[in-house]
């Protein structure tokens, strides 16, 4: 499975105030496409379903925050969200990633960020969260989750069968890929 898929981040009006959507892309070789639609049901977010060789994928957007990976958890297993919203025209984003060096845990990630990246104020932001963890089955695609600031950066659990983690960095097209490239050079030799 390859890096993230390019997806999106969305701008949603709630209540007068502007927010950002979290975006999840998944795939569910078990389930057919009428039982993943019937697993949604409702409209607490936006949500794609469209039929693949390899299962129906889901691309889901909802409201971002601390609280957006617990909500798609609780949603494929079955649960309900309250919140509705409609997702407006799609905004740029930038994404770049690194595998985390096997000497390193994900804490000497977080210190080294926390020395390097944290230090430079309020525009970058460190995600403790990280992508939801998806039912039995369910394949992650890709997962972006902007809370704030220019940057945001999340230390990615491994994926299967591979045994590092990953130093992501992305940002709503308020940086440029040679800034995220030299961010994501600091952060790595910080370790």
Avoid: K
């Amino acid at each position: 499975m390859g890096g993230p898929l390019p997806t999106p981040a969305h701008p949603v009006l709630t209540e007068g105030a502007l927010v950002h959507c979290a975006h999840l892309h998944a795939i569910a070789p078990h389930l057919d496409l009428a039982s993943l639609r019937h697993l949604l049901g409702g409209e607490a977010c936006a949500a794609l379903v469209q039929d693949s060789w390899d299962g129906p994928h889901l691309r889901l957007s909802l409201p971002a925050g601390p609280d957006a990976a617990r909500s798609v958890e609780l949603l494929l297993s079955g649960g309900e969200l309250t919140p509705t919203f409609r997702s407006p025209a799609p905004t740029p984003r930038i994404t770049l990633s690194s595998r985390l060096p096997s000497s390193s845990s994900a804490q000497d990630a977080a210190l080294a960020w926390q020395r390097t990246i944290g230090s430079r104020g309020p525009a970058f932001v460190l995600d403790p969260v990280g992508p939801p963890v998806l039912p039995a089955g369910w394949l992650l695609r890709s997962w972006s989750n902007p809370l704030a600031g220019r940057v945001q950066c999340t230390i990615r659990p491994p994926r299967p069968g591979v045994a590092a983690h990953r130093l992501h960095l992305e940002s709503p097209g308020l940086a440029t890929p040679q800034e995220l490239t030299d961010l994501l050079a600091d952060w790595t030799n910080a370790l």
